[in-house]
């Protein structure tokens, strides 16, 4: 007797659930939502370490930030040449002085430029057009025998 009742209330707390469900109006949402409409994150281009030597043996104006981890830049003797140090937290509000249009390249010691292309996105994000990153970083940069200058000393 005990299993009849008990299958007795599993019907009727099913059949209330159903009916409430379909008396419950249900929002508008497309049927068919797929990944594609989902916001896809800026992918940034790359340049590779012989381009922005040129670049910079050209002495063509650009912005170049230097994104290693605090650490790994204060144990270097060098930096890419015209270089700035940044965080990649505070990129965007570090180069805000800098004109939208102005090239910019990001590069870090990552190995997969992880940390250069976190900051490109946040500062395409921001409104800047002209943003890529170096491909293979500070150790692609040192392999092609880029320009290098000593930090500053503080």
Not at 25 to 49: G, R, V, Y
Request: hydrophobic share 45%.
């Amino acid at each position: 007797m005990k299993s009849k009742t008990w299958i007795a209330i599993l019907v009727a707390s099913f059949a209330i659930r159903e009916a409430v469900a379909f008396a419950i109006p249900k929002a508008d949402f497309p049927a068919d939502k797929t990944e594609s409409q989902q916001p896809q994150p800026i992918q940034p281009e790359f340049i590779s370490p012989e381009e922005l030597k040129a670049m910079i043996a050209k002495n063509q104006s650009l912005a170049v930030i230097d994104l290693r981890a605090q650490a790994s830049f204060e144990q270097s003797d060098s930096r890419i040449k015209g270089s700035v140090h940044a965080r990649v937290r505070k990129v965007a509000y570090q180069m805000r002085a800098l004109p939208r249009d102005r090239e910019i390249v990001t590069y870090c010691a990552c190995p997969a430029d992880e940390a250069a292309i976190l900051a490109a996105r946040a500062l395409l994000e921001h409104g800047f057009k002209r943003v890529r990153v170096l491909k293979g970083g500070w150790r692609a940069w040192l392999d092609a025998g880029g320009q290098v200058e000593s930090k500053p000393k503080i």
